[in-house]
């Protein structure tokens, strides 16, 4: 098993009906925690780093730690930049090593998006990485009331996916980044008439904060990819507050904090593989 490109894991989950988890990395901790997460499952897994933590680290460097956990794994893993700002950004990522990318340009006007897209696709394609796209907008604004003019329209799916070439898209079904407000509401009959009317594997964004339930009845109305983040720092954030309190050294702190992300991820490929 290896570093694989995402759309070699996506194609056998859409096949099979199962969700992949794309996790989102900050260190070495959350890096390890997840990939022996998905050895012990026994079932494959997306390391993901935000585009702006792209930025945090000596050229290469944070792509180095997330392909080289990646290649020693037992199980394949592929390695994807979040929300991918920019053209630049993106090709950055590429060099790097990254065996996938998300190019975001939902906030983009439709003919737009379509076009840089499908010049990131073209390349990405040529260096073997594969592409998520994203149409509908979620935006980032916790708390943010949602506006249904803003969710994915099936039949733009359908021409994006096809116009694009891209090798994931990413839906905006009534699911938010950062913490909901209220009990969040997919609106599973949209997504599975977007299912229906696209080629490629589908992806929810925002996944912290959905119940079990609202994860398989998405993963049954059509998501191949959930994506995580906030809920691991949550997590995290309590391992180190109660570690201070306890006046623990932070090696010991670090280690609580990759075994608690390792059974919270376990946990979570569980629900989303239907395993
Ligand atoms: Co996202
Ligand atoms: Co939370």
């Known amino acids: 098993m290896a570093l694989v490109p995402m759309k070699e894991i996506l194609t056998a989950a859409r096949k099979e ?3 992949v988890g794309m996790f989102n990395v900050v260190g070495l901790e959350y890096a390890e925690a997840i990939t022996e997460a998905a050895e012990e499952m026994n079932f494959p897994v997306i390391l993901g780093l935000p585009d702006p933590f792209l930025a945090n680290h000596k050229e290469g460097v ?3 730690m997330m392909t080289g956990l990646a290649r020693r794994a037992s199980v394949p893993v592929a390695v994807h930049l979040d929300h991918g700002g920019s ?5 950055e990522a590429l060099r790097q090593g990254f065996s996938s990318v998300m190019f975001d340009g939902s906030a983009l006007p439709f003919e737009e998006n ?3 897209t499908a010049e990131i696709v073209r390349i990405a394609h040529a260096m073997g990485a594969s592409v998520e796209g994203e149409l509908g907008y979620l935006g980032f604004t916790e708390g943010a009331p949602q506006n249904v ?6 039949q733009e799916a359908a021409e994006y996916v096809e116009r694009t070439g891209v090798d994931a898209l990413a839906v905006a079904v009534g699911n938010m980044h950062g913490h909901y407000r209220g009990t969040p509401k997919l609106d599973l009959v949209r997504l599975s008439e977007i299912r229906d009317a696209v080629e490629c594997p589908l992806v929810l964004h925002g996944g912290s904060g959905l119940s079990e339930q609202d994860f398989q009845n998405a993963v049954h109305a059509g998501i191949n990819k959930i994506n995580i983040f906030t809920h691991l720092n949550d997590i995290t954030a ?3 507050k109660k570690g201070l309190e306890e006046m623990k050294p932070w090696y010991v702190i670090s280690e609580e904090m990759k075994a608690a992300v390792r059974e919270q991820v376990k946990d979570l490929i569980r629900i989303f593989g239907c395993l």
């Open 17 to 19: 009906e199962r969700g």
């Open 62 to 64: 944070i792509a180095e």
């Open 87 to 91: 053209f630049e950004r993106v090709m």
């Open 114 to 116: 379509i076009r840089q």
């Open 149 to 154: 003019d803003h969710f994915t329209k099936p």
């Open 238 to 240: 309590e391992c180190v």
